[in-house]
């Protein structure tokens, strides 16, 4: 008898399970780093603001109102481990 299939052992691999593969190792990659750069701004206390500033880590700051702004931390200052996950406070 002949069969007419060459390589019957030949083991395949849906095209989904690569798909699903590369979305587990990017969503693992994520949780394991914290999360991306485009998480809500960590919360910043008026005392924790007043020792950036005295420290000269401060670049800049945008206030939305009198109760709200941004702070964005300079270059020298995201270096310093007690910022390694923040790049700005709000």
Same mark, same amino acid.
């Given at each position: 008898m002949s069969n007419n299939n060459p390589n019957p052992? +030949?083991?395949r691999v849906s095209p989904w399970l690569v798909y699903a593969g590369i979305l587990l190792i990017f969503l693992f990659?994520?949780?394991a780093t914290g999360g991306s750069n485009f998480e809500e701004p960590a919360q910043l206390?008026?005392? +924790?603001f007043n020792n950036f500033?005295?420290?000269g880590q401060i670049e800049k700051v945008i206030v939305y109102n009198k109760s709200e702004a941004e702070v964005y931390l300079t270059a020298a200052a995201l270096k310093d481990k007690t910022h390694s996950?923040?790049?700005h406070y709000q």
């Amino acid at each position: 008898m002949s069969n007419n299939n060459p390589n019957p052992n +030949k083991f395949r691999v849906s095209p989904w399970l690569v798909y699903a593969g590369i979305l587990l190792i990017f969503l693992f990659i994520s949780i394991a780093t914290g999360g991306s750069n485009f998480e809500e701004p960590a919360q910043l206390t008026s005392s +924790k603001f007043n020792n950036f500033l005295e420290k000269g880590q401060i670049e800049k700051v945008i206030v939305y109102n009198k109760s709200e702004a941004e702070v964005y931390l300079t270059a020298a200052a995201l270096k310093d481990k007690t910022h390694s996950k923040h790049h700005h406070y709000q």
